[in-house]
């Protein structure tokens, strides 16, 4: 009985070794070079305070730039349903128009 208990309590510091002796990891991200284009749209701010929380602006220069209204609202939806964007139901209006009027097809041109 006794060498069943140090072969067990053998067992668990084996198992707990490689935890103990891991050693904390760190990862230093570059800095983003790109943000948000700026704009007097309400979307603008809200978008500043929901989206790039998460991911960078630079994501928006990935997106199809004729990409319609419809588009950027079902971008806008799939970041909340999916990615669980802590984004306002009645935010998601003004953000989606920001974007369709500053990255999608109805941007001045």
Known sequence: MKQLR???AATALIA???VAMAAPKTIQLPPDAVFLTASPLP?????????????SAEYML?????????YWEAMV???????????????MPAIVDYL???YGAERAR
Do not use: S, W
């Not at 979307?43 to 991911?55: I, S």
């Not at 990935?62 to 419809?70: E, G, H, I, N, S």
């Open 43 to 55: 979307g603008y701010a809200l978008a500043q305070a929901n989206c790039v929380g998460c991911h």
């Open 77 to 91: 939806k799939r970041m909340k349903a999916v990615f669980k964007a802590p984004v306002e139901d009645a935010a």
């Open 100 to 102: 369709a009027k500053t």
């Open 6 to 8: 140090m072969n067990i």
């Open 62 to 70: 990935y997106q199809p730039p004729t990409a319609p209204r419809a």
């Open 16 to 18: 707990l070794a490689p």
